[in-house]
Nanobody
Framework: QVQLQESGPGLVKPSQTLSLTCTVS??????????WNWIRQPPGKGLELIGF???????YYSPSLKSRTSISRDTSKNQFILQLSSVTPEDTAVYYC???????????WGQGTQVTVSS
C-alpha cells in the first residue's frame, strides 16, 4: 500500500517561502513510470496542479507558478519537496501531494495540509 504524507508549517508570512515535504512509503520515488505531484486547492476553488518531479528527477511546473516554484527530492529519505517563494494570501490553500501514472491517473494522495499565508 502506497502512502503519502505532507508536512510543513501551516502558517507562512507574506513574501516568505512556503516549504512542504511529502514523505512516501510503500513505493520508491525512483520507480519507473510514476510522477510525484504537488496540487493545491484554494478555498472555494478547484484543484490546481503546481508541478511534479518524475522518477528520473525531471521536473515540470505550471506556467502560472513556474517563476516561484521549485520541486526537488531526497531519494535517501524517499521524499519530495515543494518550495514556493514570495507567497501572498492568494497562495492560501490545502496542499496535496499525489502520485500519478503514465496514463495521467492520480492513484494515491496524501491527506492534504492547510497552508495559510497571513501576517
Amino acid at each position: 500500500q502506497v502512502q503519502l504524507q505532507e508536512s510543513g508549517p501551516g502558517l507562512v508570512k507574506p513574501s516568505q517561502t512556503l516549504s512542504l515535504t511529502c514523505t512516501v512509503s510503500g513505493d520508491s520515488i525512483t520507480t519507473n513510470d510514476f510522477w510525484w505531484n504537488w496540487i493545491r486547492q484554494p478555498p472555494g476553488k478547484g484543484l490546481e496542479l503546481i508541478g511534479f518531479i518524475d522518477y528520473a528527477g525531471n521536473t515540470y511546473y505550471s506556467p502560472s507558478l513556474k517563476s516561484r516554484t521549485s520541486i526537488s527530492r531526497d531519494t535517501s529519505k524517499n521524499q519530495f519537496i515543494l518550495q514556493l517563494s514570495s507567497v501572498t494570501p492568494e497562495d492560501t490553500a490545502v496542499y496535496y501531494c499525489a502520485r500519478s501514472t503514465s496514463s495521467d491517473a492520480y492513484d494515491y494522495w496524501g491527506q492534504g495540509t492547510q497552508v495559510t499565508v497571513s501576517s
